[in-house]
């Protein structure tokens, strides 16, 4: 009887020969995946949970709604033009604006090109730590 023996994340597989075939398993360990993108539907708006520090503005990103993944960010205050935000990591945003005391929005764009803008989505009042909720995708 012949095995197929593929390392995978550390474990080890095997399986017979006639049962790779039979599975089509591919040599290498490899199998084929098709996919397609289905729109992410959310209830309630998309939630700004603001941290950092005044002249460091981190913003987390959740519950995105549309095709769910943010490709670009940019922030206005209500005594400021529009700045685009750089990616620090994962759906975490920054900004290294002094906006304290300013109402904020925010503008989200998500991988298929769309955006939503959600005006004084925090009040002039927010201070770190907090969560505000914003439009969402339809």
């Not at 023996?5 to 049962?19: N, S, V």
């Not at 955006?115 to 914003?134: L, N």
Request: aromatic content about 12%; some cysteine; proline content about 5%.
């Amino acid at each position: 009887m012949h095995y197929l023996t593929t390392p995978a994340a550390g474990a080890i597989f095997r399986a017979p020969l006639d049962l790779r075939l039979k599975w089509r398993i591919a040599p290498a360990g490899i199998v084929p995946v098709a996919y397609r993108r289905v729109p992410c539907v959310k209830k309630g708006g998309i939630r700004f949970t603001i941290n950092g520090h005044s002249y460091f503005n981190l913003v987390l990103i959740t519950k995105v709604g549309g095709a769910g993944d943010v490709s670009a960010v940019s922030i206005e205050g209500s005594k400021t033009e529009w700045e685009p935000m750089s990616r620090n990591w994962g759906q975490n945003w920054q900004s290294n604006s002094f906006l304290d005391g300013q109402s904020l929005s925010f503008k989200v764009t998500t991988s298929d090109g769309r955006t939503i803008v959600s005006y004084d989505a925090a009040p002039a009042d927010w201070s770190f730590e907090q969560t505000f909720t914003g439009n969402q995708f339809n």
